[in-house]
């Protein structure tokens, strides 16, 4: 396995560009499957994630080209498997967004149960109960995932029981080609929905209010290839704004929507780093000490699940305590006995965490557990004293393009430990 090598200790200084939203990413490629015609996709993120969604687009049948690192085109014309099997779908969550874009297209698709990132139980219920609205037939069968119906989909009214990213994504793919209106009520809201939507409807879908609670989506036949750019990271440029504040650095963050960043934002600064917004770009500063904070992470608009680890490997050394709850997922603390590791101080209770801050961390052997995990641990290992071993970094490169050299072009002195290749194919030049 890979590990990342890490000496601490440096205060982190100049500027990076942040890349194309993962979360955005992986709900716009399999969308690509809805339009027969070219897609020229830009501002793709160069992660293992999209490497694999690739793969399952070919397997179905589809032509996909780099034509630089960040844009692909995409033709999914010829595709006429609709069926994703195991030894792809086990490695992300996402790899499910394509039984809705099956379903939308092709009237049926058959996904295998999706893999992903481990916070306790993760449901499927509302993706199901959506497209079972939409007139569909949904079976979970040796763990695949089965979804058809014999005419066409229909539009519905559908109240997600709770707010989803991934079945408000879901539906949305199926229902843009069902027949009629159909209305999405207590919708998830984050900005990967809206550059969804965005993307849809430059394929001629008619999608509206998405980034708000109610999305109202009127069906079309036919939709066509189109060109898009995916919107910046903002999980990639929250953390490096973490990172930029707990080494004590002066960090110009570029390619960022500061509008999306507005709850991380305002946790830094309480926490006493200076947060300065451009047009595009954010500065973080911190030369005093960290202040603690209480933080509760709740669905879009407020501070995202997955920006808590982050946060809390920065609050491990503030100088009093801190309080995160967690609000989205039922086990998302599991990444502590490492920070404990390096010697942080952190009780947990259920979703309630409560970070005693210490004077410092220590380098320590860890793992990373988790996608964001893996970001806490790096920041945790760039504040503390000595070299630390981060291992199962594939965690982190799974939703994170170019990490150690963006990490080093700020100071930071990372090494990747190379280990043998994974089965896993980029695209020639992504
Ligand atoms: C998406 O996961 C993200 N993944 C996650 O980011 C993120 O943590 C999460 O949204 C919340 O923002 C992708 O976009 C690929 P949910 P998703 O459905 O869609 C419950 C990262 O680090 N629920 O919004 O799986 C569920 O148990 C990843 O980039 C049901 O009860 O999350 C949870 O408590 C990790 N039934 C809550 O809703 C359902 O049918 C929110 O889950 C679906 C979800």
């Excluded at 570029?254 to 300065?276: D, F, R, W, Y």
């Excluded at 000490?289 to 490997?313: C, L, N, V, Y």
Aim: glycine share 10%; aromatic share 6%; hydrophobic share 45%.
């Amino acid at each position: 396995m890979e590990k990342f090598v890490i000496n601490g200790g440096t205060k982190l200084k100049g500027s990076i560009t942040v890349g194309g939203a993962k979360n955005a990413a992986v709900a716009i490629i399999p969308a690509t499957i809805l339009a027969k015609g070219l897609c020229v996709v830009e501002n793709i993120p160069n992660i293992s994630d999209v490497g694999i969604l690739f793969k399952m687009l070919k397997e179905m049948g589809a032509s996909v080209k780099s034509i630089n690192k960040t844009t692909v085109e995409i033709d999914t014309t010829s595709v006429n498997n609709p069926f994703v099997g195991y030894e792809l779908a086990r490695h992300l969550r996402a790899s499910y967004y394509f039984l809705g874009a099956l379903l939308g297209r092709f009237n049926r698709a058959s996904v295998s149960m999706p893999g992903g990132c481990h916070f306790g139980v993760r449901p499927i219920d509302q993706h199901i109960k959506g497209f079972e609205s939409l007139g569909a037939t949904v079976t979970i069968d040796h763990g695949m995932i089965n979804a058809r119906t014999k005419k066409t989909l229909l539009g519905s009214h559908i109240y997600f029981d709770v707010v989803s990213v991934g079945a408000t994504i879901n539906v949305m793919l199926a229902s843009v080609r069902a027949k009629g209106l159909t209305v999405l009520e207590n919708a998830a809201k984050e900005p990967h929905i809206v550059d969804l939507a965005n993307f849809l409807n430059s394929m001629g879908a008619d999608v509206r209010g998405a980034g708000t609670d109610v999305i109202k989506i009127h069906g079309v036949d036919i939709m066509h290839g189109a060109s898009y750019s995916i919107i910046p990271d903002q999980i990639e440029a929250g953390t490096f704004m973490i990172a930029a504040a707990a080494s004590k650095g002066n960090v110009l963050i570029k390619n960022v929507i500061p509008k999306h960043m507005e709850s991380v934002t305002n946790k830094l600064e309480s926490a006493g780093a200076k947060v300065t917004e451009y047009d595009d770009s954010i500065r973080v500063e911190c030369t005093g000490p960290i202040s603690p904070t209480t933080i509760k992470t709740m669905p879009h608009p407020g501070f995202p699940t997955d920006m808590q680890p982050q946060m809390t490997a920065l609050l491990t050394v503030a100088e009093g305590t801190s309080v995160i709850t967690e609000g989205v997922w039922d086990n998302r603390f599991r990444y502590v006995d490492e920070l404990a590791r390096m010697g942080a101080n952190v009780q947990v209770d259920g979703k309630v965490a409560v970070i005693t801050g210490v004077k410092g961390l220590k380098a320590a052997p860890v793992k990373a557990t988790d996608l964001r995990a893996g970001a806490a641990m790096l920041i945790a290992a760039l504040i503390a004293k000595g070299t630390t071993e981060i291992e199962d970094v594939f965690h982190i490169e799974r939703g994170y393009e170019d990490v150690v050299a963006k990490f080093n072009a700020l100071g930071a002195n990372i090494k990747r430990v190379e280990a043998p290749k994974t089965d896993i194919e980029m695209p020639a030049s992504l």
